[in-house]
């Protein structure tokens, strides 16, 4: 069993900042790449950024900067610094990662989500 578990978010207002941490544990043998994702009401989810084991970063265009993933390779954690915030912003983040658990090859897992509301 591997479970990831999403915190950190919540409401802020326009131009705030938020911090998102996922803790993936379990029967874990290796974890791979990690990132995250949203899904604002009526729009399909999407790609927010994503990070591999030794560190290469990827984000989706619309980020510009504002927002920086990491992750703790000895905890199984990532995270996602958002500054700047907008209330386009505004959705559910989720946790992704590629975990290989004994004797497998790997595959990917979700993490329930958590919201984050930028609004004044």
């Known amino acids: 069993q591997v479970q990831l578990v999403e915190s950190g978010g919540g409401l802020v207002q326009p131009g705030g900042s938020l911090r998102l941490s996922c803790v993936a544990s379990?029967?874990?043998?290796?974890?791979?790449?990690m990132g995250w994702y949203r899904q604002a009401p009526g729009k399909q989810r999407e790609l927010v950024a994503q990070i591999t084991g030794g560190g290469t970063t990827n984000y989706a265009d619309w980020v510009k900067g504002r927002f920086t993933i990491s992750r703790d390779n000895a905890k199984n954690t990532v995270y996602l610094q958002m500054n700047s915030l907008d209330p386009e912003d505004t959705a559910v983040y989720y946790c992704w990662s590629f975990i290989a658990t004994p004797g497998t090859t790997g595959r990917g897992y979700w993490g329930q989500g958590t919201q984050v509301t930028v609004s004044s």
């Open positions: 379990g029967s874990i043998f290796s974890v791979r790449t």
